[in-house]
C-alpha cells in the first residue's frame, strides 16, 4: 500500500492523452484562440493559446507542442539557482488532485525532512540542533501548517529523490520564517489559480510539466468511467485540496471554476520583477556559490523509497554505482544503457542486456597501480594509447579521444563487465531476442561529433549486419550515448548539445525505413524524469520512441513495455 502511495505521485501519461501532432493540426477549439491574441501576429514560433496576469500558455508552430510559462514580472523564486520549479510545479498539482498522498509522501520522507531543518537551523543560527530537537519539531510542523509550504517541499523530495540531495539556501526551502521571503509562496498559489483556470477553458490536460490535449472520447467519457490517473483536467475533483488551502487561494480557485476568462489576484501577493528587480539583481551579483556535491551529503540521508522495481523490461541507465552496492532489484529483462560502474560492483541475480558507457571503460581496470603485474596483462595492448592513459589518470581528458565503437579494448572491457553481471549480457555490437523483440547493442560511449562521418559509418556497418536480412521482427536499438540528434531526448537548449551531431549517412536512414525498428534507448546526459522519460518522433518517415531512462531512487526504471505492447498498461 505504501509503494502504491508514492507512485501516486509520479504522473504517468495515460495513451490516448497524446502530445498535439504537427502532422494532424490543431483541433479548432485551440487554432481559433489564435485571433484572440494580437501579439500572435508578431510572433512566427511561440503563439499564445490563453493567458492571465502572470502565465500564459503558447504553442509551438513548429511541432505544435504546447508549454506554460511566466509572463515576466512574476518571480519563481528570489533564491539565486533555485532549480526545482518543475519539481514544485508538479507537487502543486497533484497536492490539488491528492493531498491526503502527498501528506502520507512527507511522512514517509520525515527523517530526510528533519536532516534538512538541522541543516537548515545551522544555516541561519550557526547553533547545531539534533534531529529530535523541539526546534526542528517546531519547524516540521510548520511544514504541515502550510499547504503552500508543503507544496514546495513536496517538490524538494521529489528532485531530492530524483537528483541525489540537495545543498545550498536549504534555510529558505525549508524554514517557514525563512521561505516567506522568497515569492515561491506567491509564484505557487498563482500557477494554481492559472492551471486550474486553464483546464477549465480548454480540452488540456498537465502534470505540472507536460500538456496533453484531450481526445474528444475522453471529454465524452463520464468522471465515475475514467482512469484515475495524475493530470489535472477540466472535471477533476481538487475539493479534499480547497478545503486545507488558504481561504483566500480557495475562492480564487472557486472563482475560476465558474469564471475563466479574467485574469483573478489574490491577496497572497507573488515577488515581481517590476518591484523588487533592483534588490533580486544585487542578490544574484552578490551570490556566493556554496553548493556540495549530492554524492558527498548522500549519506546523511535514507532511501525511504521501495528499491524493487516490478518492470516487466525495465530501462534504466546511468547508476554511476560509487559504494560497491547495487540500489535495486528486478526479476525480469533489464536493459542498462550504459555507465552503471564506477566502482567495483557486481550483481548475481539481475539479468536481461547491457551496454558499455563510458564509465564502464575505467571501473574495469585494475587497482593495481604497478602496470607490469600480470593482472594487467589483458591490457597491455593498449598502453600506448593516448586515450588509455588518460583513462587511467584523467577520464574526463579520455572521452573525446576514445576510439569509434568497434575497436577491440571494448571487448576486452565487455568481458570484464560480464564477470560482475553474470547473468547480462553485454552487448557489444551484438543482438538478442527476447520475447518477440530484438534488441541491438551499439557500443557508443561518448557522442563523437567532431568524427561524426567514422561514427556514422560505424553505426550504418553494424546495423547492415545485425539486422540479418529480417525486417518484419520489432527492433530496438541500444546504446549509451545517442546515435544522432533526431533520435536523442537531449534538448537543443542543452549546453551538451551540438547542432551538428545529426545523422548525414544516408544508408542509416534507408535502414530505418526498410526494417522495423521500433525504438532506439539511450544514457549519457542525465536527463531527469521530471522532463520526461521518453519521446515519440518521427525519423525516415515513421514514429519511433527514444527512451532515457536515468535511475533515480525515485524511480527505478522505465517501463519499456508501455511502447512496445500498450495492451500491458
Known sequence: MEAKKSKELVPKVKKSALPVKAESGLPPELADRF??????????????????????????????????????????????????????????????????????YLERHKTNIEQY????????????????????????????????????ILGRL????????????????FLFSENIKTGIAGYVSEYLNFVVQLTQALPLTTDGKNIQLLERTELETPLEDKEMYKQLMFDSDI???????????????????????????????PLLRSEFGKELSDVRKNYVAHSVDPQELKQYFENVLPTESTNLVNVVSDLHITDGNFPFSNAHFNILAGDVMDSDVSNKKIRGVYVLGNHELAAVLPDNP????????????????????LIKEDPDEAWPLLPVGDHAYYEVVK????????????????????????YIGLTIPVALAKRKKALQQFILKHLEKLLEGDPEIPTVIVSHAPLFNELSRLSPRSKSYNKDYICSEPGIEKLFEEYNIIGVI??????????????EVVFAGKERFVVCSIYSDMNTGFELMSLIDPTQE
Open 239 to 269: 475539493t479534499p485540496a480547497l478545503a486545507l488551502l488558504p481561504q483566500e487561494i480557495k475562492q480564487n480557485l472557486e472563482r475560476s471554476l465558474i469564471q475563466t476568462t479574467q485574469p483573478v489576484l489574490t491577496n497572497n501577493q
Open 117 to 152: 531543518l538541522v541543516l537548515s537551523i545551522f544555516q541561519v543560527t550557526n547553533k547545531r540542533v539534533g534531529k529530535d530537537s523541539p526546534e526542528v519539531a517546531q519547524a516540521y510542523n510548520a511544514i504541515l501548517q502550510n499547504p503552500l509550504l508543503e507544496i514546495q
Open 522 to 535: 539511450h544514457g549519457h546526459h542525465h536527463i531527469p524524469a521530471a522532463f520526461g522519460r521518453y519521446k
Open 415 to 438: 568481458d570484464e563487465v560480464e564477470k560482475h553481471f553474470p547473468n547480462m549480457q553485454v552487448l557489444n555490437n551484438t543482438s538478442v531476442v527476447h520475447e518477440g523483440i530484438r
Open 370 to 389: 604497478d602496470m607490469s603485474d600480470k593482472v594487467w596483462e589483458k591490457w597491455q595492448p593498449f598502453f600506448n594509447y593516448e586515450w588509455f592513459k
Open 158 to 173: 521529489l528532485q531530492h529523490d530524483e537528483t541525489g540531495p540537495l545543498s545550498a539556501n536549504l534555510a529558505g526551502k
Open 35 to 104: 485571433a484572440l491574441y494580437p501579439e500572435n501576429s508578431r510572433r512566427p514560433v511561440n503563439k499564445t493559446l490563453f493567458r492571465n496576469e502572470y502565465f500564459q500558455l503558447t504553442c509551438n508552430m513548429r511541432d505544435h507542442s504546447l508549454a506554460i510559462s511566466s509572463k515576466g514580472d512574476i518571480v519563481y523564486s528570489a533564491i539565486p539557482y533555485d532549480t526545482a520549479r518543475n519539481y514544485i510545479q508538479r507537487a502543486a498539482i497533484q497536492y490539488l488532485l491528492h493531498p491526503e498522498a502527498v501528506r502520507g
